[in-house]
């Protein structure tokens, strides 16, 4: 290290998307901690402006240890997948040279070199809406940026797998397929992108975050009993999901929403139903997550075609996937209708791109309240509404992959003493 003085601190941000999958990651090859899965999966990249993690991550000779923030509170990293990713992207570092501020840093430097890391979501951590998959991916992007890593997005998806599966599927924009690989140390296990974001922006997203008072089994433990004990898992990895990836890639190719939506739907059920099949059954949905595909299923069978797909990961959370803005407004209206806000305030009920509930006509309390039925369930029967069972709604779309944030402003630790702002 031929720096003049020992006080410097080099630092990164950089902001990664969340992802949702429409075909299932579910279950692990093997007991090793590469995290390699036992089937190949897709999944649509969601808009940062409204779900994404921010990561600033910096090095410095002051620093006596590497230390994590998570939304400004310490958390430990001496678990094995942090261990794991921090090991992984110091062996890939390369030489890095700040002549402005005189740092140059060996690629040998970076073992003996300690990381101050810290990372803040833009939505609720505890919300269920894949956090993991956000702050792995943030994690390994930020410090391949930061250590001069030369590996391009697919390569540290591998990185970023050994994080949290679902994570390495977030290293890029758009549509996204996590190839399964045939390695056993998981150097073919990686992410590719299908199509970027502009390539199919008609659709809109509408995440119901659903009111949950029970403490879900992890994605991890579940998936590891599911392994254990669901014949059902081995029939879809080797019969089910091999077809319909090739099904959804295609769907995706030409924009093609009936297929699409088809599959999604099908295989979030599938996902549901291996869950059930697991010894003893993991429950994710709850009665509102049913209620959800009730009243889609049910407007969708009244068009010609669908009009919205549904998917649910491992909480009772709904990511509704709208064809178009106009599908998007009457989904809105539906959701409004059996779920209205408990409070007056329906800006905090809507939340991220809420043009769409304008378009949808509603633009305070008095529009929801003034919604009448859908057509699709008949005059005779009294619908009855749910208040209270969704938390809120957010509005979203599919967006763009992982990006650096130059402006120092933006940075989550002071440039001074690398330590949270
Ligand atoms: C239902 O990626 O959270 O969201 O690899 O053990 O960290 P680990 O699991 P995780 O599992 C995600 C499962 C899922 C489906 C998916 O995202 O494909």
């Known amino acids: ?21 429409v075909i299932k990651y579910w279950g692990k090859r093997d007991d090793s901690t590469l995290i390699l899965p036992v089937n190949d999966s897709i999944s649509v990249t969601l808009d940062p402006n409204h779900l994404c993690t921010t990561n600033t991550v910096a090095v410095s000779p002051i620093f006596q240890q590497d ?21 992984e992207i110091r062996s890939h570092a390369c030489d890095v040279e700040d002549k402005k501020k005189g740092i140059k840093i060996t690629k040998e430097d970076w073992s003996k070199l300690y990381l101050h890391i810290a990372s803040y979501n833009n939505f609720p951590t505890a919300a269920g809406l894949a956090s993991s998959a956000a702050g792995f991916a943030c994690l390994v992007y930020a410090l391949g940026k930061l250590m001069n890593v ?17 994570a390495c599927r977030s290293l890029y924009g758009g549509f996204v397929k996590w190839v399964m690989g045939k390695e056993e140390n998981g150097s073919d296990s990686l992410a590719v992108q299908l199509a970027d974001e502009k390539h199919w922006d008609d659709l809109v997203i509408v995440i119901a975050v659903v009111s949950s008072r029970q403490k879900e089994t992890s994605s991890t433990s579940g998936m590891r009993e599911t392994v254990e004990t669901s014949l059902l898992l081995q029939h879809r990895a080797k019969e089910v999901v091999p077809k319909r990836i090739l099904q959804m890639e295609q769907a995706i190719r030409n924009r093609d929403f009936p297929s699409f939506s088809r599959l999604t ?18 429950f994710y949905m709850n009665d509102t997550s049913h209620r959800i595909i009730s009243i889609v299923e049910k407007w969708n069978r009244s068009e010609e ?16 996937i709208a064809r178009d803005r106009k599908a998007a407004a009457l989904l809105i209206q539906r959701l409004l ?15 991220g791109d809420n043009s769409i509930a304008k378009d949808a006509g509603i633009n305070g309390i008095p529009d929801v309240e003034a919604l009448l039925p ?30 650096l ?7 989550l630790l002071d440039g001074e003493h690398g330590l949270p702002k």
């Open 1 to 21: 290290m031929a720096n003049e003085s020992q006080n410097w601190v080099l630092m990164v941000t950089a902001q990664t998307p969340t992802n949702i999958a």
């Open 67 to 87: 230390r994590m923030w998570l939304n400004a509170n310490e958390i430990s990293l001496s678990g094995g997948r942090f261990q794991s990713c921090l090991r």
């Open 150 to 166: 030369k590996e391009d997005e697919s390569q540290l998806s591998a990185i970023a797998r050994q994080g949290s599966g679902s």
């Open 265 to 282: 739907c099908a295989d979030s059920n599938q996902f549901h139903a291996v869950c059930l099949d697991t010894s003893p059954p993991i």
């Open 305 to 320: 075609a669908p009009q919205v797909a549904y998917t649910f990961d491992a909480g009772p959370n709904a990511v509704l």
């Open 337 to 351: 209708y059996y779920f209205p806000p408990s409070s007056d305030d329906l800006n905090s009920y809507i939340i």
């Open 374 to 403: 859908p057509p699709e369930i008949k005059d005779n029967i009294p619908s009855q509404k749910y208040k209270g069972d969704v938390n809120y709604f957010i509005c979203t779309r599919p967006g763009r992959g992982p990006v």
């Open 405 to 411: 944030l130059s402006d120092e402003n933006q940075a």
